[in-house]
């Protein structure tokens, strides 16, 4: 069997931590950008390629892209998982929040995406994954960027996958509820944020990063190449598609 390989961003920490160490688990040789270091994931992940690149920035992410087919020869799984989620009355907002906010993302999947598509195209087949949110369909007041940003993303997740199709590329989204990340806890979850979004769902408990692994896997899989197009939202009930 061909070696898969897979490309994730953010993945330092978190749900692309997560993302990173389960598709390892699957046998993919796993690579990995983020602004910062990321030793937990190497650890966590065998012969893991640690990038530390901004996907806002078109140069770096080139540079990136060359380094994982300079170890990898080939790239069949793209998850644009980094993202940015403060939250701010809708009067706070300056054009400059809204700007890095759209920027990293909505405009690092495109520039992210546009830079693996020619090893994608090369492999025969992919896979493109795009971590958006339930909050598109919750729309909780204070998070008026981020869920417009996260909206583009399900649109550009559905024409991408109709570009896209020709080529046995399918490009999917994934919308989690709000997840026990260390990020999380420091921001959105604090002051009975997950209480308040736990009260949502219908399964009545705190989402953790292992909830989304069997999406994802389900997602890459090559027997998934009928699946795209799709926001598969994996939200404990808070919202219905
Ligand atoms: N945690 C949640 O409750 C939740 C819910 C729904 C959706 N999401 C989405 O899931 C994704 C991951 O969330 P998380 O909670 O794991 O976040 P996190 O903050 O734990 O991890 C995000 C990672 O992305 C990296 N990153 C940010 N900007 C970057 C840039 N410009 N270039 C490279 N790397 C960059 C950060 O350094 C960080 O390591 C985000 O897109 C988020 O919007 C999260």
Do not use: C
């Amino acid at each position: 069997m061909e070696t898969r390989t897979a490309l994730v961003t953010g993945a330092a920490q978190g749900l692309g931590q997560e993302f990173a160490v389960a598709l390892a688990g699957r046998g993919y040789r796993v690579a990995g950008i983020d602004l910062v270091p990321q030793p937990e994931t190497a650890q966590r992940v065998l012969d893991y390629v640690e990038l530390i690149a901004d996907v806002t920035d078109e140069e770096q992410i080139g540079a990136a892209l060359e380094r994982v087919i300079d170890q990898f020869g080939t790239l069949h799984v793209l998850v644009n998982n980094a993202g940015v989620y403060p939250e701010s009355p809708f009067e706070d907002i300056t054009p400059e929040d809204w700007r890095r906010i759209m920027r990293v993302n909505l405009e690092a999947p495109f520039l992210v995406t546009r830079a693996a598509l020619p090893y994608l195209k090369a492999a025969g087949w992919g896979r493109i994954v795009n971590i958006t949110s339930a909050a598109v369909l919750t729309a909780p007041p204070t998070m008026v960027a981020y869920v417009s940003s996260k909206a583009g993303l399900i649109g550009f997740t559905r024409a991408l996958a109709s570009a896209l199709g020709p080529y046995d590329i399918t490009v999917n989204a994934i919308a989690p509820s709000m997840v026990r990340t260390a990020t999380a806890e420091r921001t959105v979850g604090a002051d009975g944020g997950f209480e308040h979004v736990r009260a949502q769902q219908a399964v009545p408990r705190t989402q953790e990063p292992s909830d989304l692994v069997s999406t994802l896997l389900y997602v890459v899989d090559p027997g998934s190449g009928f699946l795209t197009g799709q926001t598969l939202n994996v939200a404990g009930g808070s919202a219905y598609l």
